[in-house]
């Protein structure tokens, strides 16, 4: 059972583009909603998180935008650089000590 | 933010030996680690969540005979892959919650290779 459901899974943007990656997930219990920027050989860094009572959340050129009723949220990168080529997972959990339900990732290549 | 030390990086065992790995939280007390596996290409799967001071949790389908866990301290676990075979060979990473908050820190990972 997938409860995180990412789309879609590679992307091909051009340098200055935007980049827009979605998920939708299944369980009306996750309360938290990060993204994971994750280069090759190393473990996922932090991007962005949102949580269910904020719409959309933006910190510098990435933008979450959160659909409670749809159950959907994505990403949004502006201005796509060659360095922002990596792979990007969604996630979701629980408040407190609960594991990550990742998706299944999205591999990004920005072009010069 | 938290940092979560992962070592080693990457390592190469023969066929049937044991590798630990070790997960460090350097700045903060971490209760709960959270233990993933990743094969090439695909997401990263829960394998098991240790707890300081108790017996870690196991996903379905995750030997626990296999994949020793060791949470002895609240800034100390361990994964010990014990007689490991080449379909062991992954990226394996331990990933902390900071004290209760949904935010995760993770390890730099470990890229294990059984020849």
């Known amino acids: 059972q997938q409860q995180v459901k990412q789309s879609p899974q590679s992307l091909i943007v051009q340098k200055g583009g935007i980049s827009i990656i979605n998920c939708a997930y299944e369980?009306?219990?996750?309360?938290?909603f990060p993204w994971y920027q994750q280069f090759p050989g190393k473990g996922p860094a932090l991007l962005i998180a949102?949580?269910?009572?904020?719409s959309e959340k933006k910190e510098g050129r990435f933008t979450i935008s959160f659909n409670k009723s749809a159950k959907q949220f994505s990403l949004h990168i502006m201005d796509s650089q060659p360095g922002d080529s990596a792979t990007y997972f969604c996630?979701?959990?629980?408040?407190?000590?609960?594991?990550?339900?990742f998706g299944k990732g999205t591999r990004l290549s920005v072009i010069a | 933010g938290a940092v979560v030390s992962q070592h080693p990086s990457r390592v190469i065992c023969k066929s049937g030996t044991s590798v630990k790995i070790e997960c460090r939280s350097l700045?903060?007390?971490?209760?709960?680690m959270f233990w993933y596996r990743q094969f090439p290409k695909q997401s990263l799967m829960l394998m098991a969540t240790?707890?300081?001071?108790?017996?870690?949790?196991?996903e379905q389908g995750v030997e626990k005979d296999k994949f020793l866990i060791n949470h002895a301290s609240l800034t100390l676990s361990t994964l010990t892959v014990t007689s490991a075979h080449p379909e062991d060979s992954s990226f394996y990473i331990c990933?902390?919650?900071?004290?209760?908050?949904?935010?995760?820190?993770f390890g730099q990972g470990t890229r294990l290779t059984v020849v």
């Open positions: 990933s902390a919650p900071d004290r209760g908050a949904a935010e995760a820190f």
């Open positions: 369980n009306t219990a996750f309360d938290y």
């Open positions: 949102i949580r269910p009572d904020v």
């Open positions: 996630a979701a959990s629980y408040s407190g000590n609960t594991p990550l339900v």
């Open positions: 700045d903060f007390q971490a209760t709960t």
């Open positions: 240790s707890n300081e001071g108790s017996k870690a949790t196991y």
